[in-house]
Nanobody, 115 residues
């Protein structure tokens, strides 16, 4: 399984971006936990949002601003980010974790929030 995140870029504070993660190869299950993580300069990687089935969870810092979604047919994972703040600047990664504990990480995409 290979994951590739894209959609990052430069956006002004208060703006929006939509990240996507495309999956190729392998078999995907509705039981897989899909997630978006981010890593800011000098900081540890942190979980932003995750989804398994129809249940989504969010970090407190993005609750109400970000929305994670998954398209099983297209094998994509998305993250709609609204009301972006400078603190959201980071490299964003997508990850899949199977029920058996296998993890796949995609290469990150850089999001820069700056005026």
């Amino acid at each position: 399984v290979q994951l590739q995140a894209f959609g990052g870029g430069l956006v002004q504070p208060g703006g929006s971006l939509r990240l996507s993660c495309a999956a190729s190869g392998g078999i995907f299950s509705t039981a897989d936990v899909m997630g978006w993580y981010r890593q800011a300069p000098g900081q540890e990687r942190e979980l932003v949002a995750s989804i398994v089935g129809a249940k989504a969870n969010y970090a407190d810092s993005v609750q109400g601003r970000f929305t994670i979604s998954r398209d099983y047919t297209k094998r994509t994972l998305s993250l709609q980010m609204n009301s972006l703040e400078a603190e959201d600047t980071a490299i964003y990664y997508c990850k899949r974790r199977t029920r058996g504990g296998i993890e796949n990480w995609g290469k990150g995409t850089l999001v820069t929030v700056s005026s």
